[in-house]
């Protein structure tokens, strides 16, 4: 169905569904509200997926990776279950935002518009990263924001 909408990156879009269902099979587990420390890992491995998925220049891309994986904050001590359940449902919505989107962007043949969606929809919020990291972070997204804008204006399409 893709290859007859005509993009050349569809592959992309099929790709990007898969990883949502992986991760939405993996949320829905028996008992993971309690592993919060697994919770953590999850949400971390969900942002990094996205964002390699996202079509942003290379070096940006690394950095900003580098940066999350860096900045990350892993300590569960006090750690609530409730706080598990939540971080369970950030995920969900972000997997139903991006799916949502995905299919939107295929059908519409706007893989950019998609890249832009999966940004807004990561699970990214400052509580999850150490403090002092946080300006660091919220500056590579805004770069990779500004790029987005700078190839609109240029009439960047990607198919």
Known sequence: MFEAIGCEDSQKGESLLGLLGYYEAILERKGLVARIGEIRSLKLGLILDLLKMVNIAEDLKANLITSVVNAWEMD?????????EEEIKIMGRCIAAVRKNAKMALHN?????LDVAVMFALPLTPRDLKNDEVPKIRDLL??????FSEWKEQGFTPC
Do not use: P, Y
Not at 76 to 84: D, Q, S
Not at 109 to 113: A, F, I, V, W
């Open 109 to 113: 043949c706007s893989l950019m518009q």
């Open 142 to 147: 805004n770069q990779v924001m500004e790029d």
């Open 76 to 84: 569960c001590n006090g750690k609530t279950l409730a706080e598990g």
